[in-house]
């Protein structure tokens, strides 16, 4: 496999830019970067044959923190992006990183059509439920009570997105859920995904320590989630649906073949003059 580097298997620090990340101290972003840098490094991947594309918000900045090929994109739109990029070179690993508002609220549609369309490709998506970036606004994973955002000091008044249910309805062939502060987790967790053939959703736990100090608390919460991963999609959801939300590993895997679109047969410049002559 070209992809693979096996003659000179790179380190976890080869895969990171001089770029020193500029999230807040406790951010839990700093451990899924870890995290993804580590992953690379294990599946022994050239750098020129990844590929990390994201949208807007703190967990987006991370193409700028990698050293291998990357793209800091429009709000909401990171997935389609790396849609195109996965079908047009099959041959490169494609990482999409962001957050929960970026994901789940201005890209929603796309995380629909993502987990329909089943394209070879990994989504890690830092759930903190709040908008940091722009100081701390309720996301759509936010809980309803949660009244410390000055936007909503009654609560959001509205049930939270339940990210994994959705991926699991819209047809996701990998579903898992990581939290940072198991860095070596969601390491491992990112090599399954890398290595599962289709769309691979991973929700990363990910605090906001700075607007949502409360989430230190995870780490008291998270668990191995106690059964192998499902297979069928009635008990997968069966499952999500019995947890809250703090079952940790591989959720849900499918075998649904990953979509590829028919290869054109290549045509010479003669072929396209005749098309186009009148």
Known sequence: MDSVNEDCPLSPKDYKSDYKPVWCPGCGDFSVLAAITRALSTLKIKRENAAVISGIGCSSRIPAYTSVYGF????????????????????????????????????????????????????????????GMTKGQASPTTAIEWKASKLTP?????????????ALAAGATFIARGYSGDPDGVAELIVKAVRHPGFSFLQVLSPCVTYHPEQREWKDKVRPA??????????????????????????????????????????????????FAI
């Open 72 to 131: 800091h994109g429009v709000h909401g739109r990171a997935l389609p992006l790396a849609a195109g990029l996965k079908l047009a070179r099959p041959d490169l690993t494609v990482l999409v990183t962001g957050g929960d508002g970026d994901g789940f609220s201005i890209g929603g549609n796309h995380f629909i059509h993502a987990c329909r369309r089943n394209v070879d490709m990994t989504y890690i998506v830092m759930d903190n439920q709040v908008y």
């Open 226 to 275: 106690p059964s192998q991963p499902a297979v069928d999609p009635v008990r997968a959801s069966m499952r999500l649906m019995d947890e809250e939300g703090f079952n940790i590993g591989v959720l849900f895997v499918s075998d649904r073949p990953p979509y590829a679109p028919p290869t054109a047969p290549k045509a010479t410049i003669a072929d396209i003059e005749k098309t």
């Open 154 to 166: 009654h609560g959001t008044g509205v049930d939270p997105f339940q990210p994994l249910g959705m």
